[in-house]
């Protein structure tokens, strides 16, 4: 039984720096937006939207999302459901678990103090089909309906290095 959770932790814990380091071979950023969460508490029936005005349809992007939460989460793991449409009107759906604390209840992610940043990666190799303003839009998967201790959602890409 041990060795399960230990297991699961270090995979979580080797995911996050997966993560990391293929953040820190990125330096181009195609594009970054952010947005707040009302009160800090997320609904379940609340989407975050963000379009995004793409051009170059050669690059391949890692696209990530980014959950910024504080103390006031109370679960180790979240689940999501992203959405990506494209101009054209083509939907595809993400279902992503994460763990933004391992086993010892400890935040991973960065950040100091009670507010964490915790990276997600979204897809390593994304490319665009066409030009044209994509819609990404974000939603919780956890049971409860009103999520706490989330501050912020937000979407990057980065061009691989």
Avoid at 138 to 152: E, F, P
């Amino acid at each position: 039984m041990k060795i399960a959770i230990i297991n699961k932790m270090l995979r979580s814990v080797t995911l996050s720096l997966m993560v990391l380091a293929f953040m820190s071979c990125t330096h181009k950023p195609v594009f970054s937006s952010y947005k707040a969460i009302s009160n800090q508490s997320w609904d379940a029936d609340s989407v975050v939207c963000f379009n995004v005005d793409i051009e170059d349809t050669t690059l391949a992007v890692q696209l990530i999302l980014q959950v910024r939460h504080n103390d006031n989460y109370p679960y180790q793991n979240m689940w999501v459901f992203v959405d990506k449409t494209s101009p054209d009107h083509h939907t595809t759906t993400d279902t992503i678990e994460f763990y933004l604390a391992d086993q010892r209840g400890r935040w991973l992610g960065s950040g100091a103090g009670n507010v964490r940043l915790m990276p997600v990666l979204i897809d390593e190799h994304y490319t665009f089909p066409v030009k044209g303003v994509y819609n990404f839009a974000v939603r919780h998967g956890m049971r409860t309906t009103q999520l706490q201790g989330i501050q912020d959602i937000g979407i990057e890409a980065y061009v691989k290095e």
